[in-house]
């Protein structure tokens, strides 16, 4: 089945800082999603994203299908930014392990 | 309406009770899950429901019993359960995942459950 790898998997920002989350697949995926899980667990939807770009305030997305990765970034970040960010292959139910971020004021 | 919604929040069991969780989402989808989170691990499925019907069972122990009474409700019955089964459950609808309008799934907050 297909794999779902995201790097790095912990990373630390200061408030304001800029960062980049990457999503590698390991076969051709339709149905590429971003999720931000809280630390209540809620997942949010950020992005869905098979292909493209999207921007969505300070969060942008760009799957390249062609070449198996996606991009996550993250502009002026804040605290509230904190948590787990999870790719995932959702048409086949196969989630990345997760980015856990932690942004300090 | 886009929300997903869970109940309850919270759940604490013995292994000789039985209880249930509820999910209700009111976006016109046809497909709903099941999947089970446990510590500083991503979600994993469970059951998958396309038009009211179990579709995908991923080996889930019978303990579990899952039913889905119309297109806006899901339920997982519990029964015996053991403390390792002690997770975040997680409910989640979407459209038909080969249909145009597809955009992915959409998660509800979540049901901790602890098994004592």
């Known amino acids: 089945g297909i794999q779902v790898e995201q790097s790095p998997p912990d990373l630390i920002l200061q408030e304001g800082a800029n960062s980049t989350l990457r999503c590698n697949f390991s076969?051709?995926?339709?149905?590429l999603q971003w999720f931000h899980q809280n630390p209540w667990g809620q997942l949010i939807n950020l992005f869905y994203?098979?292909?493209g770009t999207k921007q969505n305030g300070r969060l942008s997305a760009t799957t390249v299908a062609t070449e198996r990765y996606s991009l996550l970034y993250i502009s002026s970040s804040q605290t509230t930014d904190s948590g787990v960010y999870f790719c995932?292959?959702?048409?086949?139910?196969?989630f990345g392990p997760g980015t856990r971020l932690s942004v300090l004021p | 309406d886009t929300e997903v919604t869970q109940t309850p929040k919270h759940l604490v069991m013995g292994m000789t009770n039985k209880k249930s969780l509820k999910c209700e989402q009111h976006m016109g989808h046809r497909a709903m899950y099941w999947y089970k989170q446990k510590a500083k691990k991503p979600p994993e499925l469970m059951f998958v429901y396309s038009y009211e019907k179990l579709s995908i069972n991923e080996s889930v122990p019978s303990r579990f019993s899952p039913e889905c009474p119309n297109s806006s409700l899901l339920n997982l019955h519990l029964h015996a359960l053991q403390p390792e089964d002690s997770a975040l459950y997680l409910c989640?609808?979407?459209?038909?995942?080969?249909?145009?309008?597809?955009?992915?799934?959409?998660f509800g907050p979540g049901t901790r459950l602890t098994v004592l």
């Open positions: 076969d051709s995926v339709n149905n």
């Open positions: 994203i098979p292909s």
């Open positions: 995932a292959a959702t048409q086949n139910f196969v």
């Open positions: 989640a609808s979407s459209h038909m995942s080969n249909r145009a309008r597809y955009r992915g799934q959409f």
